[in-house]
């Protein structure tokens, strides 16, 4: 296939386009690395990083790997959450800071979140990635020049036809192409709400038959039994991340190592209520309690300002109410080295 081929070609170095989806708060430098190494495309989340701790990583990425590398970024507008509907946010999380011991006059101020900007391409620069993917759509015109000065690749996620469009129109090299299965943060950003959205192989079939981009399958991607059949369905490649995990070289925190380790893993369901923007994880106690969606959580990402200062507390009594336990479905995540999986994959692919 023609965007199989442009893939490949355009990544040098992989074994197949097989790419280890970027996972925020459960990796860093070493399962990128690892999974470069070992013939795919690894990629290190980086919208969580201050300015001196993504410097810190990626200099730890250039020592562990020369392979080429994948830098994910977030670039949603911030927005400012009013008065009123942050303190009913509280409110409504008041019986939880009771049971917990915790004052809402602790809680941490301000984005924990950053979208990509200027200050964050001053320190990227020099390390010139291979791939830089986006979620939540792309940089403002000047910022995309400059990262596709660079020399690599820019990728971004789509969850619908429309914006795979949109991100084909306006400078995307690439769509990862996000279906409802995949675990984390929904990429959308041409509306608000989740209508319209599909599978991946629905909405993979959408877009192939439109698109003149190569396509990212991601979402659902469980063994490698599964990769011939987006492979035939249009996709350049295939985005992997519930696989990873368990992996040796993931961060995965025990408790969320230990859901994903037993049924509970086959139970998940998009939320809003970790940091105010959709995104699929294992059904724990709050998502139980609120319900998956509510009205009154703060606008992304301010809602986590409040549920990570519950998630500390409740963590130290081995409670994840609050810890958002991202999987997607049909996970089989794989207890082994970041190695061994992406070898499981590639063949999966060739």
């Given at each position: ?19 280890q ?13 690892a ?10 989340p ?31 507008q ?7 509907r ?14 917990y ?26 390390f ?6 986006f ?5 403002e ?12 690749q820019?990728?971004?996620?789509a969850?619908t ?17 996000q279906?409802?299965e ?12 989740l ?5 991946t192989?629905?909405?993979l079939a ?25 492979r ?5 490649g ?7 995990l368990?992996a ?5 925190s ?33 998502m139980?309690?609120l ?5 009154a ?8 300002n ?21 999987c ?5 995540p794989?207890?082994?080295?970041a ?12």
């Amino acid at each position: 296939m023609a965007g199989a081929s442009a893939l490949a070609l355009s990544v040098p170095g992989l074994s197949a386009p097989i790419v280890q989806a970027p996972m925020a708060g459960v990796q860093g430098a070493a399962l990128a690395a690892a999974v470069s190494d070992a013939g795919a495309l690894g990629s290190l989340p980086c919208a969580m990083l201050s300015g001196d701790a993504l410097e810190a990583e990626l200099k730890k990425l250039t020592e562990l790997t020369s392979k080429p590398v994948n830098l994910n970024f977030f670039c949603h507008q911030p927005q400012e959450e009013s008065e009123e509907r942050y303190a009913r946010w509280l409110e409504l999380l008041s019986p939880f800071f009771r049971e917990y011991g915790l004052s809402v006059e602790d809680l941490p101020v301000g984005a924990q979140r950053e979208p990509f900007s200027e200050a964050v391409a001053e320190v990227v620069a020099p390390f010139r990635p291979a791939v830089v993917s986006f979620h939540f759509g792309l940089p403002e015109p000047g910022l995309l020049a400059r990262v596709k000065s660079w020399g690599g690749q820019v990728w971004s996620s789509a969850t619908t036809l429309e914006e795979a469009i949109w991100l084909q129109q306006n400078g995307a090299d690439a769509v990862i192409v996000q279906g409802l299965e995949a675990g984390g943060h929904r990429g959308h950003f041409l509306k608000n709400d989740l209508e319209g959205q599909l599978p991946t192989r629905e909405l993979l079939a959408r877009c192939a038959a439109k698109m003149s981009l190569p396509l990212i399958a991601a979402g659902g991607i469980a063994t490698p039994a599964d990769v011939p059949a987006y492979r035939q369905g249009g996709a350049a490649g295939v985005q992997l991340g519930s696989a990873y995990l368990l992996a040796e070289e993931a961060t995965t925190s025990p408790l969320h190592r230990q859901a994903l380790s037993n049924e509970r893993r086959c139970d998940t369901a998009i939320t809003n209520l970790y940091t105010g923007r959709p995104a699929r994880g294992i059904v724990t106690r709050l998502m139980s309690s609120l319900g998956l969606q509510h009205e009154a959580a703060p606008v992304f990402p301010l809602a986590a300002n409040a549920t990570g200062a519950l998630r500390s507390a409740a963590e130290k009594v081995g409670d994840d109410t609050f810890t958002p336990l991202w999987c997607g479905e049909n996970a089989e995540p794989r207890n082994a080295s970041a190695a061994s999986i992406t070898r499981e994959f590639i063949n999966g692919w060739v």
